[in-house]
């Protein structure tokens, strides 16, 4: 039974590469039709290869301004809601106030809510302000709903930090402002990285939230429902594969430069 023997030994490793397969199968489809050249409105069958949408990715008008609007509110709500949710995150590790524990708890409704209940409600607030929906309401319901992710991916972080580093970083003479530059935030870089990031993702994906609040503003998600009841452009297959390609890119930088420090940290050593 040398085959049985060698797939036991081998299934955790089998099972895990099936399952990207499995992961990773819906971009493969995307980029496969990237280059086809539908005969109808629908890029739902494959017909010829064409690189044409490659050419012209902005071919299709209103595709490359909604994309960049969803560019500007994904870093927009990145930034406010990184800020604050790190903040959140130290003020809920690192002090003892009150309504701490209630706090705690209202932190994770937006993450336990459904996004249709808290579009609606959002909805609602702006209409009884008066506010105009547009930007600046898709932009201030984006970094409510991403605050959670950011609290909680750095709170986590903050919790596992040594109180005993900053502590030596003071005993030698550091003041609170270059403890927490040199000390603290380091530490807790990572997890302030981790929550940017989500918070990017959810934002540049969102289209319940924006659906309610954006009034007659287009983001790329809505560009991209909207067209896929008039017919689906292949300029919207080829910004979904230069976007994968980015990611994918991203990381292999990341894994590269977190090799080569771990590598010159043993050197020194």
Sequence with gaps: MPFVNWLKSRLVVIAGLLTLAYLLLPNVVVTVFSFNNPKGRFNYQWQEFSTDAWRDPCGVAGLCGSLALSLQIALWATLGATLLGTLIAFALVRYRFRAR????????????????????????????MGAQLGFWTILIAHIMFCLSFVVVAVKARVMSMDPRLEQAAQDLYAGPFQTFWRVTLPIAAPGIAAGALLAFALSFDDFIIT????????????????????????????IGTAMFVVAVLLVLVSMVFTQHSKRRDRQKA
């Design 101 to 128: 524990g209630a706090v705690n708890s209202l932190i994770f409704l937006p993450m336990a809510m459904p996004e249709v209940v808290m579009a609606a409600s959002l909805l609602t607030l702006f209409l009884n």
């Design 211 to 238: 659906n309610f609040n954006a009034g007659s503003t287009v983001t790329f998600p809505m560009f991209v429902w909207g067209s896929a009841q008039r017919g689906t452009p292949v300029q919207i297959n080829v």
